[in-house]
């Protein structure tokens, strides 16, 4: 099930439900700007307009957690932000050894081509500006990390996982690895070995079969195909009778301009 009619923006969605989890894939914490990084090759060409945006996405969203501690999410989730991270610092140094290494050459050309020189230089400034902005942005990663390490909630019945493991893998659930893994997706994903998708579908049914109002925002479509499948007439799990889970993501290409959520999925419309 998709719905596309509904929008809120991250506060509205934060207020009105009592349990909010989010996704690796739900902020700028994805696939498309590492493989962005790595398309740089040999220059830093990344705007540093759009690092900034990033940025103040980032911000927004971790002074958001902060202040509302029933914001949470999986232990996987985590993970893969440090994955994430991992590789955003391994960017940064790159590029900056790189920068280094145009510096020096730069040096030793200086008298014989003045011209070409020049252009180096302001080469080197724009990359200078951008790894400066790129480093924040991994700075603002790294503390989302920190806190949603504290803020982790995990499946409590195991064998209900199993169910939905199951139903996954007999349904083929799980396609949209985009948000997450860019290109090569299903390699790298089943190169983590992570269930992050049919946890945050368990542990939402979970709090939702204790009468409460959860929401889940994240990019990915597996979530919906998950809970839909598996809360379907045919599907393994019933309907909660109380509680509710609604699914809300953002469609717009660049995230960090992204200010209303659509709601994709509720319960609410299956009873």
């Given amino acids: 099930m998709i719905i596309e009619s509904v929008e809120s923006c991250l506060e509205e969605i934060v207020e009105k439900n009592e349990v909010v989890l989010i996704d690796t894939a739900f902020s700028d914490c994805k696939a498309g700007l590492t493989q962005e990084l790595y398309n740089c090759n040999e220059e830093l060409t990344i705007s540093s307009v759009d690092m900034k945006k990033k940025i103040g996405q980032l911000n927004y969203i971790i002074g958001m957690i902060s202040k509302n501690p029933h914001v949470m999410t999986v232990p996987e989730v985590v993970a893969e932000l440090g994955v994430y991270l991992k590789i955003i610092n391994g960017q940064c140094d790159y ?13 030793r050309i200086m008298q014989k081509m003045d011209s070409k020189t020049r252009k180096y230089q ?16 991994a700075d603002c990663v790294h503390e989302l990390v920190n806190l949603l390490k504290e803020r982790t909630v995990d499946v409590k019945n195991n064998e209900l996982l199993e169910i939905v493991k199951a139903r996954v893998k007999e349904r083929e659930l799980k396609k949209d690895y985009g948000p997450r893994y860019g290109r090569d997706r299903s390699k790298s994903k089943n190169r983590l070995g992570l269930d992050t998708d049919e946890r945050l579908a368990v542990v ?16 990915d479509f597996d979530l919906n195909n998950i809970l839909s499948s598996c809360l379907c007439r045919t599907g393994p799990l019933t309907v909660p009778a109380k509680g509710r889970i609604r699914i809300y993501g953002s469609e717009m290409e660049n995230e960090a301009e992204a200010e209303e959520y659509k709601m994709r999925f509720d319960t609410a419309l299956l009873l």
């Fill in 122 to 137: 302001r080469i080197e400034e724009h990359e200078l500006a951008t790894l400066y902005d790129l480093k924040l942005y």
């Fill in 204 to 219: 939402a049914y979970e709090i939702a079969s204790e009468g409460k109002c959860v929401a889940v925002v994240s990019n």
């Fill in 95 to 107: 590029h900056r050894n790189n920068i280094a290494k145009k510096h020096f050459k730069k040096g």
